[in-house]
């Protein structure tokens, strides 16, 4: 617990009671021992004032600090003023304590400066520097002039008679350029100062290389800039909001924001501001087949034995209706249903496979609760149960040894069950999807995928799955999922300590950007083309300014959100080297492919199998459908993190570091005094007295029964050298003369306390015994015409 300023004056003050009660013990000590027995009345006035002022009386019970004999009146004045000091005392102590120094924010933002915050983690390691121009190409099996690209002199199509390359001038070429009317229109909605949006082109590869096309067909044969996909970091483990160079990666969620990121310069307490970022994220919906694996493992690197698919409802409760489901509603893709659909059908064909059918009289599948089907040692040729694994796949019938075989009508005579091959369950996937090859590749068609998870294995008995024991049984369920990905505007609030380094900048709260009315919603525009999906045409969209709305060649949409559109898969299931530099167009569909793009196996970066961490929480993730669907947003995010880099900047560049673009509004930390008002009541108490003592002291100097003249007097005749020698010479002066004319007379007389020399000396004090008035003033003052003077003795009269 640290130490509070306000600890710290206390303490102060608490050393400063004491030593001033000490002090003055302390130094009587060291006066007394240097007091001789021998001098003038007006210095015994002052040692009097000296002992009298310390706490000796009261230690030592002197007759100063005696309450025998005392008028009530100033036994209870005496009392009260001892108990105020005190309480001077403890609050002097007490009330410092409630101050203390508090960071808060200031009462309203202020216009601060940004700069660039490095990140120095891998994947501010691991980007390289930007590159400055863009290219953009399509077509799958031959290059093919992109929409909105500058024409090259290359007619290139393909149609059903063929595919045509037919140059139209004697350098004519694919041009991969892209022309100012799309740049400008991309651009317009997140450019101007102060825009913190991400546009299309503010959003590019992380890792980017420079290739060229031999032939000559691209750019005529010159160099141009591609995307590649190389491994960062590990961010699937984090469970937290993670920034890093260009980019806030939600990793507790899925989704990801693009910012190139800066801070308010000069905090020394930090700040705190809001930015709109353009954000992608994943949502995914699974459904559980209720269809599980169990099977055996007697050692750690074993292979699994009795591989038996079990019925935990998959079979016997399947609803004997087909379910309904067409999705054209663009804003909602519907994906649970989607993702349903494709459970069921999947099922279906499992049980064709494995030759369950449907009993008519009880309106049911010939199966029950527990029923195993099929047993082996290795599974399928596609889908071998692994330890510590969990498997993405696509949705092929995996877990079963389908036949890859093609029937012709000479097979007809053949059982149901035999018919059924992976292309069955593949159909599944286009259903759930709601596209094909052969769609339009534009806004008609969401870009859903759908594919398996096969969960982590767990123990039948209930331990700890990442403890291995041999011979043990273990189990995993089998889930149908649907992803898509969408575009939106979220509003992000960021905390900075300071700009020394991405470390130092935080994530507080994520949340979806709030829309006054629906003309202040994002306006979308997509790409609308000619092109089928399989022709790999990715269509371009994003944000535009208002008045592209209605543009001719591209549909518009005004929403909070766009779904991307569906684009070619491709013939690989990895990420690798791009087509182009354009990363939108197609790195997030991209990455999704590349999750379920296993056949049965998965993608070995996420399956958990050689990262404990990672293994632990896919276990836990795997619990349900509905928190296993996290698992598919998570690795999303890591894969586009480490694909993408958002290069959109809040500041100018350093040369301009003053000037007004560089600056933004954000609150500020500042430190003040803060208190606690409880360790404020002895003080208040303090007050109280002194208020209640102050307007005593008022009235009675008001009603004439106090006056400085009078309180000199008493203060004067009641000093011990003045009390001596009006009593022993009442003629030497005036009695009620000023200090100044009795210290000049009387204050010269010498007085000795013989008893002081004694007991300094060693010997035994004298104690006066007196029967009558004038014996008990002799004993007090021996002087007065006593032989036994051994206490106060009077020399003789200067004069």
């Not at 909105?148 to 595919?163: C, K, Q, R, V, W």
């Not at 123990?459 to 189990?475: H, I």
């Not at 200090?739 to 035994?764: D, I, P, Q, Y």
Request: aromatic share 10%; net charge negative; hydrophobic share 40%.
């Amino acid at each position: 617990m640290a130490i509070t300023v306000g600890q710290v004056s206390g303490v102060i003050a608490c050393v400063g009671v004491i030593l001033h009660i000490i002090v003055p013990l302390l130094a009587v000590i060291v006066f007394v021992s240097l007091l001789s027995s021998e001098h003038t009345a007006a210095t015994w006035s002052v040692v009097s004032r000296q002992l009298q002022s310390t706490l000796w009386p009261v230690f030592l019970r002197a007759d100063s600090a005696n309450s025998k004999h005392v008028a009530r009146r100033v036994r209870l004045l005496t009392l009260l003023r001892t108990f105020v000091y005190a309480l001077i005392s403890v609050a002097a102590f007490v009330t410092p304590l409630g101050l203390k120094t508090v960071i808060e924010l200031a009462n309203h933002p202020h216009a601060l400066g940004f700069q660039y915050v490095p990140d120095s983690s891998p994947f501010g390691f691991g980007t390289p520097v930007r590159y400055n121009r863009y290219s953009r190409l399509c077509g799958n099996r031959m290059y093919v002039n992109c929409p909105g690209s500058p024409f090259g002199g290359m007619l290139a199509f393909y149609n059903d008679t063929g595919m045509y390359s037919i140059p139209t001038t004697p350098n004519a070429t694919i041009l991969s350029s892209l022309s100012p009317e799309y740049l400008e229109m991309f651009s317009s909605a997140t450019s101007g100062v102060g825009n913190t949006l991400s546009g299309l082109f503010d959003i590019q590869y992380r890792v980017w290389s420079v290739t060229l096309e031999e032939t000559g067909i691209i750019d005529g044969g010159q160099p141009f800039p591609i995307g590649t996909y190389r491994h960062m970091d590990s961010l699937v483990v984090r469970n937290e909001v993670v920034l890093i160079e260009g980019a806030v990666a939600d990793m507790m969620n899925g989704g990801l924001g693009y910012r190139n990121h800066t801070a308010p310069q000069n905090i020394p307490y930090g700040a705190t501001w809001t930015e709109d970022l353009t954000w992608v994220e994943p949502v995914t919906e699974c459904v559980d087949t209720n269809l599980t694996f169990h099977y055996f493992l007697d050692s750690e690197l074993g292979s699994v034995a009795n591989v038996t698919l079990i019925d935990n409802g998959g079979f016997v409760n399947l609803d004997p209706v087909y379910p309904n489901g067409t999705w054209h509603d663009r804003q909602n893709p519907d994906l649970r249903a989607r993702a349903y659909k494709a459970a069921y059908i999947n099922n279906i064909m499992s049980a064709i496979f494995l030759n369950v059918t449907f009993d008519p009289s009880q309106k049911q599948m010939n199966s029950s609760l527990g029923k195993m089907y099929g047993q082996g040692d290795q599974g399928s040729i596609l889908f071998a149960p692994k330890l510590y694994t969990t498997q993405f796949a696509k949705i092929d019938g995996g877990y079963l040894s389908l036949n890859p075989g093609l029937y012709s009508d000479s097979d007809k005579n053949l059982p149901l069950w035999e018919t059924i091959t992976p292309d069955n369950f593949t159909e599944a996937a286009t259903i759930c999807q709601g596209w094909g090859g052969l769609d339009m590749a534009n806004y008609t068609n969401t870009g859903v995928y759908c594919g398996y998870i096969y969960s982590t294995p767990q123990r039948t008995d209930g331990g700890d799955p990442l403890v291995f024991e041999p011979n043990k049984n273990y189990t995993q369920n089998l889930y149908v999922c649907a992803t898509a990905i969408k575009q939106n505007v979220k509003t992000v609030a960021f905390l900075a300590n300071s700009t020394t380094d991405i470390t130092q900048l935080h994530v507080t709260n994520i949340s979806d950007k709030v829309y006054a009315d629906n003309a202040s919603q994002p306006l979308w525009a997509i790409e609308h083309s000619n092109w089928t999906i399989i022709d790999d045409v990715a269509p371009a969209w994003g944000m535009v300014a208002s008045h592209y709305e209605n543009a001719s060649g591209f549909d518009t949409l005004r929403a909070e959100q766009l779904w991307l559109p569906a684009i070619y898969e491709g013939y690989t299931s990895t990420l690798g080297p791009a087509m182009d530099s354009l990363a939108p167009l197609r790195i997030f569909q991209d990455a999704l492919y590349s999750i379920y793009g296993g056949s049965g196996n998965g993608n070995d970066d996420f399956s958990g199998a050689s990262n404990i961490a990672m293994s632990r929480m896919w276990s836990q993730l795997s619990g349900s459908s509905e928190s296993a669907a996290k698992m598919i947003n998570l690795i999303w995010t890591e894969l586009a993190a480490a694909s993408t880099v958002g290069i959109k900047a809040v500041t100018a560049d350093s040369s301009s570091r003053n000037s007004k673009e560089n600056t933004r509004l954000a609150t500020p930390y500042t430190q003040r005094i803060s208190y606690t008002w409880a360790y404020a009541i002895p003080g208040f108490l303090v007050l109280l007295a002194s208020a209640f003592i102050l307007l005593s002291a008022l009235f009675f100097a008001l009603t004439s029964r106090f006056s400085i003249r009078v309180l000199r007097q008493l203060l004067n005749q009641t000093a011990t050298g003045r009390v001596a020698t009006n009593l022993l010479h009442p003629t030497t002066s005036d009695p009620s003369a000023d200090t100044k004319a009795w210290a000049n007379t009387a204050g010269k007389m010498s007085l000795s306390f013989a008893a002081v020399e004694k007991e300094k000396s060693g010997g035994t004090g004298l104690a006066a015994t007196t029967a009558s008035t004038a014996q008990s003033m002799a004993a007090s003052f021996p002087g007065m015409g006593t032989k036994g003077g051994e206490y106060i003795m009077m020399k003789d009269n200067p004069h």
